[in-house]
Nanobody
Framework: QVQLVESGGGLVQPGGSLRLSCAAS????????MAWYRQAPGKMRLLVAR???????VYTDSVKGRFTISRDNAKNTVSLQMISLKPEDTAIYYC???????WGQGTQVTVSS
């Protein structure tokens, strides 16, 4: 059974930082492309970043230079380091195994003063 468990969300002021983590089990993590998505209220769930098994990364334009996705294949974790956060980054952030229907439960990120 595949499980993806996110952690690290919270409330942060504009310009602040947060680090999200996702612990994966039940899949061959080292062979799996992993991704972070986000869904703002009333909007569609959209890709934020993904990382290949070999560490190649792709980012949506709005987070380039501010967010960094990384993975630790030894620990079966994928992380999203977020800096210079903006109010428009407010959303529920989801971890996913790319190309599958496996999702975490989501973690809320709120950027507000």
């Amino acid at each position: 059974q595949v499980q993806l468990v996110e952690s690290g969300g919270g409330l942060v002021q504009p310009g602040g930082s947060l680090r999200l983590s996702c612990a994966a089990s039940g899949l061959i993590f080292s062979n799996t492309v992993m991704a972070w998505y986000r869904q703002a209220p009333g909007k569609m769930r959209l890709l934020v970043a993904r990382i290949s098994s070999g560490g190649n990364t792709v980012y949506t334009d709005s987070v380039k230079g501010r967010f960094t996705i990384s993975r630790d294949n030894a620990k079966n974790t994928v992380s999203l380091q977020m800096i210079s956060l903006k109010p428009e980054d407010t959303a529920i952030y989801y971890c996913s195994a790319w190309g599958t229907n496996y999702w975490g439960q989501g973690t809320q990120v709120t950027v507000s003063s």
